[in-house]
């Protein structure tokens, strides 16, 4: 099984530069060792099950937690059986698509 999950964490009540406390959940999610991406508005784990990436969303989530009263979190998930390398894998396949292989 492979799991995607792109989310977002973002403290409320923080103000309007929030960046510090958005890096606390990145720092979780690359400490968990699982293939990941950051982009402007969400960031995207690869996990082998459901248990495995919700635990690293729920320790960002915490780690924001810890310095903000109030926290909303946006999730999406993509959960598919057998395969692996999905992060990095669909997006080479929308780049040979563009460029017309």
Known sequence: MSV???????????GENVGELVAEAVRVVRASGLPNRTDAMFTTIEAATWEEGMAVVHAAVRAVEARSARVSLVLKADIRGGQGDRLTAKVETIERHLAGE
Do not use: R
């Open 4 to 14: 995607l999950i792109a989310f977002s964490v973002t403290p409320i009540g923080a």
